[in-house]
Structure formats: C-alpha cells, structure tokens
C-alpha cells in the first residue's frame, strides 16, 4: 500500500483536508493549505489553475496519483484537487510521495 496514500487517510480522518476544487482553492487563499495534491489526470487547465496558485501564494503542490485513487483514500468520490492543512502531515506526504 502506497504509504503516501495512507497519510492522506490519516489527514482525511483527523479533518486536514479541504478536497475538491473549490475547497482546495478557498484553503490556499485563506493560508490554511500546507500542501496541495494534484491527481495526474485531471485536466491540464485544472493542473495550470493550481500550479499556478500554488505558486502565487507560496503553497508547495505535488501532482501525484489519480483522481479515482485520492477520492478512495479520503472516502470520497474522484478527486482532482484536495489540500492538506497540516503541516506535519504535509511533510511526510512530499517526503513518501518521492517529490521531497
């Protein structure tokens, strides 16, 4: 099992996600999100959305997995965007998904 993954899980369960497009962006702009997820397949204007704020408002992002694959780990359905509001967890995230 991807460890990654797992540590999503654990975020979704102790309430640091914020998932779905708008959440996600309503969490950077408000200085909560230590760390955005982008899923692989979702669509490259989605991805250039949040580069590009993650960017702005200094926000590490990692595009990792897939939107099928986030929803499953967090209980939700599929997922292109969710964000992580802690910063522990964030960290371990970067560190396993191997974009440390």
Known sequence: MDKALQLLSLAMRAGKIASGEFK???????????????????SDNTKKKFMNMCTFYEVPYIVYSNKEELGHYIGRE??????????????GIIKESGNA
């Open 78 to 91: 599929c997922r292109a965007s969710l964000a992580v509001n802690d910063e522990g967890l964030a960290n």
């Open 24 to 42: 996600t962006e309503e969490s950077v702009k408000a200085s909560k999100a230590r760390l955005v997820v982008i899923a692989s397949d979702a």
